[in-house]
Nanobody
Framework: VQLQASGGGLVQAGDSLRLSCAASGRSVSVGAMGWFRQVPGKEREFVAVFNWSGGRTYYSDISKGRFTISKDNAKNAMYLQMISLIPEDTAVYYC????????????????????WGQGTEVTVSS
């Protein structure tokens, strides 16, 4: 599975941004596909995920209420709609996928994802 993230950029606090992740290669429709983010010097942080096995989406506390994850099966793509951005959202955002089922309790663990995109940088100015 190859993942290509895009849509990052420089925005002002309060703005919205939509990130895209295009998937190619083998299907991930069994496992999970989601978003993480990372700032220099810190660990990769879970943002949101779509769990195919249960058909549900999960959000971390940092994204709940402001970010929405969605997918387009026809385009084999996933999106992260972000609103009310704050400077603390500044990070490199990565899309990730796993073709195997992941336990719900592990969906936020970056170590269980086998496929990663190259990251797209989001900068939110105050």
């Amino acid at each position: 599975v190859q993942l290509q993230a895009s849509g990052g950029g420089l925005v002002q606090a309060g703005d919205s941004l939509r990130l895209s992740c295009a998937a190619s290669g083998r299907s991930v429709s069994v496992g999970a596909m989601g978003w993480f983010r990372q700032v220099p010097g810190k660990e990769r942080e879970f943002v949101a995920v779509f769990n195919w096995s249960g058909g549900r989406t999960y959000y971390s506390d940092i994204s709940k209420g402001r970010f929405t994850i969605s997918k387009d099966n026809a385009k084999n793509a996933m999106y992260l709609q972000m609103i009310s951005l704050i400077p603390e959202d500044t990070a490199v955002y990565y899309c990730a996928a796993n073709r195997n089922r992941i336990a719900v309790g592990s969906l936020g663990d970056s170590r269980v994802y086998g496929y990663w995109g190259q990251g797209t940088e989001v900068t939110v100015s105050s």
